[in-house]
T-cell receptor, first 113, second 115 residues
Framework: ETGVTQTPRHLVMGMTNKKSLKCEQH?????MYWYKQSAKKPLELMFV???????ENNSVPSRFSPECPNSSHLFLHLHTLQPEDSALYLC????????????FGPGTRLTVT | AQSVTQLDSQVPVFEEAPVELRCNYS??????LFWYVQYPNQGLQLLLK??????LVKGINGFEAEFNKSQTSFHLRKPSVHISDTAEYFC?????????????FGTGTRLLVSP
């Protein structure tokens, strides 16, 4: 596989469930990002990891818990979500310096019922 | 802090016609600018970027954009669109020389190309 992959592509969960989103990048990058994309709103940066260390938490509620075990993998653990958390969750990666563009995965479409 | 305004939420155009998607940004420091495209059920793909140098930037799929510092704009253009260009287009900005790229996105412009 090449680029940035995300699984699952679609997820429906109840408000009491616990689930995880997975992101994997095959580009040799050392920075990884989680974004939330909601209808009619700009993409919102949620978390940033550089060399496995979290460097940005954009005031995200604690019901979202990121994990970065290595530079190639990024997880977003979800628990007790709200219906307004329904959105497309996008993962991206980049080099931490120099090359500036971010490469995005296809996203996970999350629906909270 | 930086911000981005995409003035048009939707732009309808006929195939083979020219198109311009507008983007204005606000920043008190020097920035990098980007245009991304998102096709249905896909992630974002980089179209082009402005880092420095020539203010006219050429990207993939025949798109180009011009950086205008005095007007704080970075409008995207294509001289002749195809049906396959139908997608959502996002303008993004980040300040120069940050340790990582904290992109700030606009709300997007949906380009609708009809025959």
């Amino acid at each position: 596989e090449t680029g940035v992959t995300q699984t699952p592509r679609h997820l429906v969960m109840g408000m009491t469930n616990k689930k995880s989103l997975k992101c994997e990048q095959h580009l040799g990058h050392n920075a990884m990002y989680w974004y939330k994309q909601s209808a009619k709103k700009p993409l919102e940066l949620m978390f940033v990891y550089n060399f496995k260390e979290q460097t940005e938490n954009n005031s995200v509620p604690s019901r979202f818990s990121p994990e970065c075990p290595n530079s190639s993998h990024l997880f977003l653990h979800l628990h007790t979500l709200q219906p307004e958390d329904s959105a497309l969750y996008l993962c991206a990666s980049s080099q931490p310096t120099g090359e500036v563009e971010q490469y995005f995965g296809p996203g996970t479409r999350l629906t909270v019922t | 802090a930086q911000s981005v305004t995409q003035l048009d939420s939707q732009v309808p155009v006929f195939e083979e016609a020219p198109v311009e998607l507008r983007c204005n940004y606000s920043s008190s420091v020097s920035v990098y600018l980007f245009w991304y495209v998102q096709y249905p059920n896909q992630g974002l793909q980089l179209l082009l970027k402005y880092l420095s140098g020539s203010t006219l930037v050429k990207g993939i799929n025949g798109f180009e954009a011009e950086f205008n510092k005095s007007q704080t704009s970075f409008h995207l253009r294509k001289p002749s669109v195809h049906i396959s260009d139908t997608a959502e287009y996002f303008c993004a900005v980040t300040r120069r020389n940050t340790g990582f790229q904290k992109l700030v996105f606009g709300t997007g412009t949906r380009l609708l190309v009809s025959p």
